[in-house]
């Protein structure tokens, strides 16, 4: 079974670091790309950015470039999305999705979602 | 950026009931266009791809079509599980973009 399993709900201050992930299951880790996906409680979905693990060729969103980055840990079948300095319009569910073959293209399937609350 | 319009935002159906979504895109993206089915507190779940390919295990009450920049979700027959919010997606080009959503309520 192809299974993507999220890092657990996190609660941070602003200023603070954080990094999410996303582990990828029954199949070829390096053979699909892996995409974050945002969603603000009662709010639609927000494309991020999405990574190749074969070369870890990236593309961001420009309304997140410079404000995550995204990343993989090859040997370990990972996937991360990481903040060095959190703010609290950070507060969000945050998805990881693999494409569905090994273009780049739709998602499926999803993680679970990672919730994430920026509160001081 | 591509910009996807859904239409309505909001839709009242009850069981049985023929529902039908839109989402026009602000240029054109072929087929590069799918469907997402989200239940409140689950991931979406993908339902059409390129349009009007129906993924594996989604049921055939489902079904998508495009004319031009303009693409339709129909549920035939709407079930009790289908209440959902549902949103498009365009992978023609960078940054991939989602429609604002669709949510499918009990009358």
């Known amino acids: 079974e192809v299974k993507l399993v999220q890092s657990g709900a996190e609660v941070k201050k602003p200023g603070e670091s954080l990094k999410i992930s996303c582990q990828g299951s029954g199949y070829n880790f390096l053979s699909y790309w892996i995409g974050w996906v945002r969603q603000v409680p009662g709010k639609g979905l927000e494309w991020m950015g999405i990574?190749?693990?074969?070369?870890?060729?990236?593309k961001y969103s420009p309304s997140f470039q410079g404000r995550v980055t995204i990343s993989v840990d090859q040997s370990n079948n990972v996937a991360y999305l990481q903040w060095s300095s959190l703010q609290a319009s950070d507060s969000a569910m945050y998805f990881c999705?693999?494409?569905?073959?090994?273009?780049?293209?739709?998602?499926?399937?999803w993680g679970q979602g990672t919730l994430v609350t920026v509160s001081s | 950026d591509i910009q996807l319009t859904q239409s309505p935002s909001f839709l009242s159906a009850s069981v049985g009931d023929r529902v039908t979504i839109t989402c026009r895109a602000s240029q054109g993206i072929n087929s590069y266009l799918a469907w997402y089915q989200q239940k409140p507190g689950k991931a979406p779940k993908l339902l059409i791809y390129?349009?009007?390919t129906l993924q594996s295990g989604v049921p055939v009450r489902f079904s998508g079509s495009r004319s031009g920049t303009e693409f339709t979700l129909t549920i035939t027959r709407l079930e009790p599980e289908d209440f959902a919010t549902y949103s498009c997606?365009?992978?023609?080009?960078?940054?991939?973009?989602f429609g604002q959503g669709t949510k499918v309520e009990l009358k």
């Open positions: 999705a693999r494409s569905l073959d090994s273009t780049d293209n739709w998602f499926d399937p």
């Open positions: 990574i190749y693990p074969g070369d870890s060729k990236t």
């Open positions: 390129a349009a009007s």
């Open positions: 997606q365009q992978v023609r080009s960078y940054p991939w973009t």
